[in-house]
Nanobody
Framework: QVQLAESGGGSVQAGGSLRLSCTAS????????MAWFRQAPGKEREAVAA????????YYADSVKGRFTISQDNAKTTMYLQMDNLKPEDSAMYYC?????????????????WGQGTQVTVSS
């Protein structure tokens, strides 16, 4: 069982930056992918970015490419999401998620572990 703890959300004006963190604990031996999802009120949960922990390969949704950067620490148990040039449409609850090697980084059902979420609000 993997436990995830997020931090770093908050409120900023458009064009500003925030950095989210997610730390995994527990049995991380089979952890192969960590990802960020977001969900705005009335909308479905969508994948934002993911990183495959062994090779460190990052993946991004088209809506955040060039603005967000996902990274991990050397222990491969803490993931970061640097969010720059934030837009009001980035406002949502952001969730950290983790899974093993199978499935798709874009698919919420493929992730077995979830954090409680951290709110990001971007004002215009």
């Amino acid at each position: 069982q993997v436990q995830l703890a997020e931090s770093g959300g908050g409120s900023v004006q458009a064009g500003g930056s925030l950095r989210l963190s997610c730390t995994a604990s527990g049995d991380t031996s089979n952890l192969r992918c960590m990802a960020w999802f977001r969900q705005a009120p009335g909308k479905e949960r969508e994948a934002v970015a993911a990183i495959y922990t062994i090779a460190g390969n990052p993946y991004y949704a088209d809506s955040v490419k060039g603005r967000f950067t996902i990274s991990q620490d050397n222990a491969k148990t803490t993931m970061y999401l640097q969010m720059d040039n934030l837009k009001p449409e980035d406002s949502a609850m952001y969730y950290c998620a983790a899974k093993g090697a199978g499935g798709s980084w874009r698919a919420p059902p493929d992730f077995g572990s979830w954090g409680q979420g951290t709110q990001v609000t971007v004002s215009s």
